[in-house]
């Protein structure tokens, strides 16, 4: 069993920053990749940023340049610092572990709100 605890995320104003994180416990488990997914009312879940435990990245280009993934291997922890926030970032923001012969593991989603 695996279990992921978000935190972050709440309203800012466009051009703020924040940092979400989100913390994998549980028993003995090997996580191949870590990375944040969002989802806006009327639009599909779309791919934020991913890092591989070996520290392979990728970004969506609407994220790229102002969003970094980093993580803490030590601690299961994956964060997701923002900046230069706009509008169309707004989105419940997941985190997702990938644990190697167990599957894809959520977290419950945190809210980020962009607005004047």
């Known amino acids: 069993q695996v279990q992921l605890v978000q935190s972050g995320g709440g309203l800012v104003q466009p051009g703020g920053s924040l940092r979400l994180s989100c913390a994998a416990s549980?028993?003995?488990?090997?996580?191949?990749?870590m990375g944040w997914y969002r989802q806006a009312p009327g639009k599909q879940r779309e791919l934020v940023a991913t890092?591989?435990?070996?520290?392979?990245?990728n970004y969506a280009m609407s994220v790229k340049g102002r969003f970094t993934i980093s993580r803490d291997n030590a601690n299961n922890t994956v964060y997701l610092q923002m900046n230069s926030l706009k509008p169309e970032d707004t989105a419940l923001y997941y985190c997702?572990?990938?644990?190697?012969?167990?599957?894809?593991?959520w977290g419950r989603g945190t809210q980020v709100t962009v607005s004047s």
């Open positions: 997702n572990v990938g644990v190697v012969g167990r599957g894809l593991h």
């Open positions: 549980g028993s003995d488990f090997s996580i191949y990749a």
């Open positions: 890092i591989t435990h070996g520290d392979l990245i």
